[in-house]
């Protein structure tokens, strides 16, 4: 199996995903979400 990694960084939230897949599934390591709020503010000034 391999071990491979994927990361969503989303306007208000990053996840993490670490996995071993092969050619026919893949079981999950570990999986994490964390509240990030990197649009906080945006548009706040209407521009």
Known sequence: MTRVAA?????????????????????????TMEIVRLGQGVDKNKE
């Open 7 to 31: 990361i969503d960084c989303g306007t208000n939230s990053i996840r993490l995903l670490i996995a071993d897949v092969d050619s026919r599934n893949f079981r999950e390591i570990y999986r």
